[in-house]
C-alpha cells in the first residue's frame, strides 16, 4: 500500500501537516482507537464507532457462519443474489462484487421499474439479502415486504430465502427471528459507512462469489502501518485531504481509471461526503468527471498521474480511506462519524407521504413545459426553454460552487435499449450514454469550469445528501423524476413504490429550498423521449 503525490506542491503540504499529525500523536492515538480525537461534541459518539479499526481481525469470526450461508445457497442453486440495502450497507458489496468481477444485484432505489427488474429476473433461484443497520431505513424496508409477498405469490417461503445482516437490537433483527429468517449480526461499533469489512461489506459478497477472505487478509497487511508517524499511508491520505481542503482545494476529484479495483469512487464518495459535509464544512467528492484544474480542486484515485495516487489492493484501500477521513475530519474540526442533516429529507418524506392521503403530491404546477419535460422552480423571466432552463443554472453556480444533478430515476433503463445484433463495442456504449440521464454530467461539465456531480435518488440521500445539506452552501441543484408506467405497491403500507419516490425527491427539493439554493426539478412525462430531449437540450447553447 502506497501513497504517491504527483505534485510537489501537494506533496509538500501533506509532508508539513503528517508532521504536525505526529507530534500531536494523532496516529498513535487512532490506531488505539482513542474516541477523544474529534472533541468534546464528538466524543461520546466516536466511542462507539471505531470499531473499524479491528476489524482485519475481528471480522475473521465470521467467517465459518458465512461460508455455512454460502455452502447452502449453493446447494439450493440460489445463483442469483439480491441486495437491498442503503448507503453503507450496500456500496461496499457493490465495489467488493464489481471487482471480483461476480454478479450481485443492489436494490437501493425505490424506482418502481428498477424492481420490477429485478424481481422479473430468476425469482425462482433468488437469495435476498436485507441489510440495515439500523433495521428502519424505509426503502430497505419496502424491498424486504415486496420480495416476501413476491416469494410467497410464488410458493416460496420467504424464510428459505430471506438473510438479514442487521445490528443487535434493532427493530429488523427482531422482525426478522419472528419471521424465522438467517440473522447475521453486525458490529455496533462501526458506522454504516465504515462498515465495508464488516457482516454488511461480507456476506452478501460471499453469497456472490467473492473472496472474503483475501480481501481481510488485505486490509489486515496494511494494518501495522496505521500505528505510527512514519510510513503511514492512511496518515498520508488523510493529511493531503485534509491540508488540501484547509488550502481552498475542498473538491476531490476522483478518478476512476481502468484498474484492478471497479468502482471504488463511489464508496469512497459516501465516506467523504457523509462524513465532513457539515457545520457548513466538508470535502466534495466529484465522481465520473474530468479534472477542470480550477484551484479548488485536488485529484485522487488508485491509478492517476499528477494526483494524489493510492495504490494498493481492495481490503487495504478500505482500511485506508476510513482512517483518511477519520484524519481529515479532525483537521476539518468536525465529528466524522455523525450525519446530522440526513434526517431532515427523510422527515420531509414522511410529512409529504402523510399529507398526501390518497391524493396527488404537492407538487406545484410547472414553471413551463418544453416537450416531454416539465420544469418546476423559480426560473429568470428569459427562460423559455430546457436549454435556457441549462443555462440559467451554469450561470447561478457561484464562486467555488458545484451543479449537482440528482436524478430519481431508472439507473439501468439504458442497458434496456435494444442495439443492433451487429453493433460494435464502442456502438453499444454509444447507444447506452445516448439514452443515460448520467450523460447530463458530462454535458453540463463540459459547459462550466465549476464542478458537475451526478447521484442517483434516493441512492444519494444517504451519500452526498448530507454535504449537499450540511456542507458549504454553495451548491446549485438539478433534480430530475419522471412519469411511472407500472408502479409497484408496498406491501402493508399505503403508498406504491413510484409514490414513495416522488416524496422523497420533493423532500429533498424542500430540504434545498429552504437553504436557500437555487433548485430546478425536471419531470419526464415520458421517460425514454424526455432523457434525449435534455441530452438534445444540453447540447444546445
Ligand atoms: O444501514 P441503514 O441503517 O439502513 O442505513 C443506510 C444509510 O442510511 C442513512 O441515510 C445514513 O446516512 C447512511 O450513512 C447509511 O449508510
Given amino acids: 500500500m502506497s501513497i504517491t503525490f504527483g505534485d510537489e506542491a501537494v506533496a509538500a503540504e501533506a509532508a508539513a501537516a503528517v508532521r504536525k499529525l505526529a507530534e500531536e500523536g494523532v496516529p498513535e492515538a487512532l490506531s488505539r482507537g482513542d ?20 476489524l482485519p481481525t475481528t471480522s475473521r469470526e465470521l467467517l465459518p457462519e458465512i461460508s455455512k450461508l454460502v455452502e447452502r445457497a449453493r446447494a439450493e442453486n440460489l445463483e442469483h443474489v439480491v441486495l437491498a440495502g ?7 458489496p457493490e465495489v467488493i462484487c464489481a471487482t471480483s468481477d461476480v454478479a450481485l444485484t443492489v436494490l437501493d432505489t425505490t424506482d418502481p421499474g428498477q424492481v420490477r427488474r429485478a424481481l422479473a429476473d430468476r425469482l425462482d433461484r433468488t437469495i435476498l439479502v436485507v441489510s440495515s443497520k439500523s433495521g428502519s431505513t424505509v426503502e430497505t424496508d419496502s424491498h424486504r415486504r415486496i420480495y416476501e409477498q413476491a416469494f410467497r405469490d410464488a410458493g416460496i417461503d420467504p424464510a428459505d430465502r430471506i438473510v438479514v445482516v442487521t445490528d443487535p437490537g434493532s427493530p429488523l433483527e427482531q422482525a426478522a427471528i419472528e419471521s424465522g429468517y438467517t440473522v447475521i449480526l453486525a458490529d455496533p461499533n462501526v458506522g454504516g459507512r465504515y462498515s465495508a469489512l464488516t457482516a454488511f461489506g461480507l456476506v452478501p459478497s460471499a453469497l456472490a462469489g467473492a473472496d472474503i477472505g483475501r480481501l ?3 486490509a489486515a497487511e496494511v494494518r501495522p502501518q496505521l500505528a505510527g508517524g512514519e510510513g503511514n499511508p492512511g496518515l498520508e491520505l488523510g493529511a493531503a485531504l485534509g491540508a488540501a481542503a484547509l488550502a481552498g482545494r475542498d473538491k476531490l476529484v476522483l478518478e476512476d481509471s481502468l484498474s484492478a479495483i471497479n468502482g471504488l469512487p463511489d464508496w469512497i464518495e459516501q465516506l467523504i461526503a457523509e462524513s465532513t459535509g457539515k457545520q457548513g464544512k466538508g470535502i466534495l467528492p466529484v465522481v465520473g468527471a474530468d479534472p477542470n484544474e480550477a484551484d479548488d480542486e485536488l485529484v485522487a484515485g488508485i491509478d492517476t498521474e499528477g494526483g494524489v495516487q493510492v495504490d494498493g489492493p481492495l481490503g487495504a484501500q478500505f ?8 484524519v481529515a475530519g479532525r483537521m476539518l474540526g468536525i465529528n466524522p462519524f455523525d450525519q446530522p442533516n440526513v434526517a431532515e429529507s427523510k422527515e420531509n418524506t414522511a410529512r409529504i407521504l402523510g399529507d398526501g ?10 414553471a413551463l413545459v418544453d416537450g416531454p419535460v416539465e420544469v418546476y422552480g423559480d426560473l429568470p423571466a428569459d427562460v423559455k426553454d430546457l436549454s435556457g432552463v441549462f443555462t440559467a ?17 431508472d439507473r439501468e433503463a439504458a442497458f434496456d435499449v435494444p442495439v443492433p445484433p451487429e453493433a460494435s463495442f464502442e456502438e453499444i456504449t454509444d447507444i447506452w450514454a445516448a439514452h443515460d440521464p448520467a450523460t447530463l454530467q458530462g454535458l453540463l461539465a463540459f459547459r462550466t469550469d465549476h464542478p458537475v ?20 452552501q454553495n451548491g446549485v441543484f438539478l433534480e430530475i423524476t419522471g412519469a411511472v408506467e407500472e408502479d409497484l405497491q408496498v406491501p402493508g403500507r399505503p403508498y406504491t413504490l413510484g409514490r414513495l419516490q416522488l416524496a422523497q425527491a420533493l423532500g429533498d427539493l424542500d430540504a434545498l429550498r429552504g437553504r436557500g439554493r437555487p433548485v430546478v426539478r425536471l419531470h419526464l412525462t415520458d421517460r425514454k423521449a424526455g432523457v434525449r430531449h435534455l441530452l438534445d437540450a444540453a447540447r444546445e447553447v
Fill in 319 to 326: 482500511l485506508i480511506w476510513e482512517y483518511a477521513t477519520a
Fill in 357 to 366: 392521503g390518497d391524493g396527488a403530491l404537492p407538487t406545484g404546477a410547472p
Fill in 453 to 472: 456531480t451526478f447521484g442517483w435518488g434516493p441512492r444519494y440521500l444517504h451519500s452526498t445528501g448530507q454535504y449537499h445539506k450540511g456542507g458549504p
Fill in 86 to 92: 442503503m448507503g453503507g450497507s450496500s456500496l461496499a
Fill in 35 to 54: 474516541a477523544s480525537l474529534w472533541g468534546g461534541e464528538a466524543e461520546s459518539e466516536a466511542r462507539i464507532r471505531l470499531g473499524w479499526l479491528d
Fill in 393 to 409: 443554472l451554469l450561470e447561478q453556480i457561484p464562486d467555488r460552487g458545484y451543479l449537482a444533478i440528482l436524478a430519481f430515476l
Fill in 216 to 218: 481481510l487478509d488485505q
